[in-house]
């Protein structure tokens, strides 16, 4: 009973610890977006340069998401996860020493190449601890990390602007994510995948995987939801500031509670979708993503500010459905070898949406001097979503899929 109680306290250790990561690496690429006014003043950039700057990152980080999950899958969680916290926490601080707008761009697409193996070593280093049946609620309840890190990110980021300078921020934070490299590297160890053995991908697995349509299918919903997903967490602080009128104070309070509703629904997205939608996934993605679209007019139309931010709480809502059930569907049909290459092919999507959408926004917005064509866009992205989510076919829990 000692063992196995010790086996359950350890492997809640290594779930906090793999959502305490996520938080620390959603408030420092966040930070960017809070500092983006500033950096927009220093260095007189318009909204098409922001738009270029705020996608660079997503850039470096969607180039490692497949990279990223077939090392944790032929390695381990433990040395990638460590490893991409180490790189991301450097050019964070570094970030605070940019001298221009090009020096910028590099340094967070460089950035984004160090943070983009964690995701998937992440949900790797859940399938290594959890076993198979728990792992679909367990790597959604993760993914919640995504939006209480986002949540945090305002409440923590913007008074240390105002208080220190958006140069000194980046330093601290940066400081911050070493300390944690270190913690998790001496806490966690290497260990064996439950339940599964302790078989590594080999190429002919993952050449296999790469040919799932079932997959990419997965890979493009999700695609489509992060096109809102990083639109909007990119752009609703300078959107709120230039368009609705409100000062940095005001956006840090307001902004976090859409990510609230968003930790919600995704750390309970596992779970709905295996108790409720078992074999029937496709239905949770096609509502949630209508639901998505519907809620972003409707942010985008409201009167006031506080309809803004109503909306942009449900909108949040039903897209981290989508998330949660885009991250879950791997770890429940794909055997435990595989599970780390398959969350980066989704996160692939999720990331190249990432680039393409504040980059779209940027210059529709420079391009017609308002957000009217932006929030088009978004609203766009969520039917092609639905669209694709028509096509999805899965089984039951207890049938697992084989590559082809």
Avoid at 147 to 176: C, D, E, K, T
Avoid at 346 to 363: D, E, T
């Amino acid at each position: 009973m000692n063992a196995a109680l010790h086996t359950s306290k350890y492997k809640y250790m290594v779930l906090v610890l793999l959502y305490l990561g996520w938080c620390v690496s959603y408030i420092d690429r966040a930070a960017i977006t809070f500092a983006a006014t500033h950096i927009a003043s220093e260095f007189q950039l318009k909204p098409s340069d922001l738009g270029i700057l705020l996608s660079s990152f997503f850039l470096g980080y969607s180039l490692l998401q497949l990279p990223g999950g077939w090392l944790a899958d032929r390695y381990g969680s433990r040395p990638v996860i460590v490893i991409s916290i180490l790189l991301w926490s450097v050019f964070t601080g570094v970030t605070g020493m940019a001298w221009s707008i090009t020096s910028l761009v590099v340094i967070r697409f460089i950035f984004g190449i160090g943070e983009g193996a964690f995701p998937a070593a992440s949900v790797k280093g859940v399938a290594e601890t959890f076993d198979k049946d728990e792992r679909p609620k367990m790597s959604s309840l993760l993914m919640s990390s995504n939006y209480i890190g986002s949540m945090l990110a305002p409440l923590i980021i913007a008074p240390m602007i105002l208080q220190f300078g958006w140069r000194n921020v980046f330093h601290y934070i940066g400081i911050a994510g070493l300390v944690f490299a270190l913690v998790y590297w001496f806490c966690v160890r290497p260990a064996k995948v439950a339940g599964d053995g302790n078989r590594a991908i080999n190429k002919k697995a993952f050449a296999d995987l790469m040919k799932m349509p079932l997959m990419w299918q997965i890979v493009a919903v999700w695609f489509g939801l992060s096109i809102i997903n990083k639109g909007l967490d990119s752009w609703m602080p300078t959107y709120l500031m230039t368009v609705r009128g409100l000062n940095l104070k005001s956006v840090g309070m307001l902004l976090p509670l859409p990510y609230i509703m968003a930790g919600i629904s995704t750390a309970i997205g596992g779970w709905v979708m295996v108790r409720f939608f078992d074999g029937r996934e496709r239905v949770l993605l096609i509502a949630s993503s209508v639901l998505t679209a519907v809620f972003v007019y409707c942010m985008y139309t409201a009167q006031s500010v506080g309809g803004v931010i109503a909306y942009q709480c449900l909108a949040y809502f039903f897209k981290s459905f989508v998330l949660a059930t885009c991250i879950a569907l791997p770890t429940k049909m794909l055997q435990a070898s595989l599970i780390g290459s398959g969350v980066g092919m989704v996160n692939l999507g999720g990331q190249v949406a990432g680039f393409i959408s504040p980059l779209v926004i940027g210059f529709l917005v420079s391009a017609f001097a308002s957000y009217d064509y932006a929030f088009g866009f978004l609203i766009g992205a969520a039917v092609f979503s639905v669209l694709v989510s028509l096509f999805i076919r899965t089984q039951k829990t207890s049938v697992q899929v084989q590559p082809a």
